[in-house]
């Protein structure tokens, strides 16, 4: 297995998996949504705001996962949102999401990325670092359905200091639908 950057020339591939693996776990609509989802992110995202990378076996791609910026209000903060993720039906359950997030994670790091959050199961990403943040902490974009599965990491310091504002997604995720 290798992990990698995307290219662009995988943008159909991806798009693919991801409608592929939200059909088999969530059925076929959510599939086609996160599907649509991601191949807005990976056109109408700039290039500075935007992180996606590939698992792949023998040339296939069979994981995904990517990080778009999140800023805020008070412009100091360097910020990215995980969303979405998926790792091939066949092949989860192997730690090959684990390594994919954990990549992402460091690949950001040295980029000078300083928080990430991301919105999801509390218990998963619990495992790759992430943990439960107030709204009162730090603002998500738009009003939670799930509050408890507001999420995020430093990846300069033990804890996530509390950051003032109004938090903005990109374009791709800015609709209240997704939250
Ligand atoms: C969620 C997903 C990305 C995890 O990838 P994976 O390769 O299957 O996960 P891993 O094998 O690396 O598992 C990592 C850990 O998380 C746990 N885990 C995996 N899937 C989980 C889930 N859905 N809920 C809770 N815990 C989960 C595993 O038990 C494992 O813990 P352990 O190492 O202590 O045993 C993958 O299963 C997937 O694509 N699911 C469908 C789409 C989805 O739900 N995406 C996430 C939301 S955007």
Redesign the pocket.
Known sequence: MELLPYKASDNEEIKQLFTK??SD?EGEAEGRVIGNLTADIMTGTDTQDLYGFVATENKQIIGSIFFTRLRFQNRVNNAFLL?????HTRY???????RLINFGLDRLKENGVEIVFTY??P??YS?VGFTPISEKVVKAPFALTQPEGWLGQSLVSQEIKPIAGNAYCVKALNKPEYW
């Open positions: 693996v939200f776990s969303a979405p993720v998926a790792i989860q359950g192997k730690g090959i999401g684990r999801g199961d218990h998963f495992k």
